[in-house]
């Protein structure tokens, strides 16, 4: 019986192998802060097609509060006159005439209208904000699906590395007669499934870098580091079975925010429409000059004119009610969003906790499965085990990583989204 060659310590191989893909799944573990999520929201926006409409919204509200603040509703108008009898009798009469007019603001409707503009330029700022939490939004849940496909990717490059160690070795024990047929060719087919897993792992971290792209115009960075949670009291504490519960929604959520602030602007829509029960007075200052025949001379009169429309019942409470109702509907779902925001950033922190069990029964998984993959090495260097039991073991070690990885990913994946929830930006 020829003696056995040793085999290479494939646990220990494998073991150094794996050492960097935790890190690859979660980069930036002991990373302060997320100054590359804060710079990948700020390229996304940069693209975001509603962010220059959002600049002429908030100029046009400005405009509007500086209309309001003027000294009419409208500007005054200038018309000019002229009459003659050139084409009937010809004597010589000539009128000229000039009327400046200017409309006058209601009792209480300028106070209204100013009020109004403000809370318009208020929900127009609200609105950005709120629009660039969303957007925040996508650029986490993408930042993280990118950290995930390239920790996969790594696994499978090394998987592939140690399973053509393991095929070089075996193929070698082939020729010298240690090894069987079976076990070389379970050695290649080893190698051919980590072949194909690496060619989908490519494939799935190439999308996720040209998603990132899309979204943010920029290349990937090389690092995804992590946030951390936006509540140092959200952090669970040594010996206590809960994290701190969330208290109530927060107040300057941007949701929120840009809903009280629409609420606000419907309530004051509301009041002008209640101070404008007419169309707005007019002032008009005349100044006419005229004569008789071609031989007298001119004379001229100045005179005042006040026009005051008349009310109408039925279009003030069209106005009112119309009004009242996009109030009374602003209102409503600023209640409801309170408790939607509520209970998402209670189910968000549950399962932030969640993940934080995961990953420390995903970590003793990781060291059983090593464990195990030690012995079922032993065994076949001795003589006691075969190839098959050894690549299950092997497999076993490779997937519990594999496992350990995402759950570190997830766990990164919802202090992010607890972040999201409670409405801080990167």
Known sequence: MKPITPIKPFSITLVLALLPVAAAFAQGTASVGASGLAFALEQAWRL??????????????RAAREVAAGLT???????????????????????????????????????????????????????????????????RETWWSLAAARGAQVLAARRLETARALETDV???????????????????????AETELIVADAAQR???????????????????????????????????????????????????ASAAAARSARARVRVAEETGRASPELALRVVRERGVSDKPYSGSVGIQLKIPFSSGALVRRETSAAQAEADQASAELLRLRSRVQLDGERVQRVWQQMERQVALAQERRELSAENLRLAEKAFHLGESDLATLLRMRAAAFDAEFFLGRQRVARATAVSRLNQALGELP
Request: charged share 30%; glycine share 6%; aromatic share 4%.
């Open 171 to 193: 193929l070698r024990r082939h020729k010298a007669g240690e090894l069987s047929r079976i076990d070389a060719n379970l050695a290649q087919m080893e190698v051919r499934v």
């Open 207 to 257: 999308d996720a870098e040209q998603a990132f792209r899309v979204l943010t115009g920029m290349v990937a960075p090389p690092e995804t580091s992590e946030e951390r949670p936006a509540r140092p009291g959200s952090e669970r504490q040594s010996g206590s079975e809960d994290a701190h519960e969330l208290s109530g929604p927060p107040e300057r959520h941007p949701q929120l925010v």
């Open 48 to 61: 975001h097609p509603q962010a220059a409409a959002l600049d002429a919204r908030d100029a046009e509200a």
């Open 73 to 139: 509703p409208e500007p005054g108008s200038v018309s000019i006159g002229q009459r003659n009898d050139r084409f009937n009798r010809n004597l010589g009469q000539q009128e000229y005439e000039v009327e400046l007019a200017t409309p006058l603001w209601l009792p209480g409707q300028r106070a209204a209208r100013e009020a109004e503009a403000a809370s318009r330029v208020d929900e127009a700022a609200a609105k950005r904000a709120a629009l660039r939490w969303e957007l925040a939004g996508e650029v």
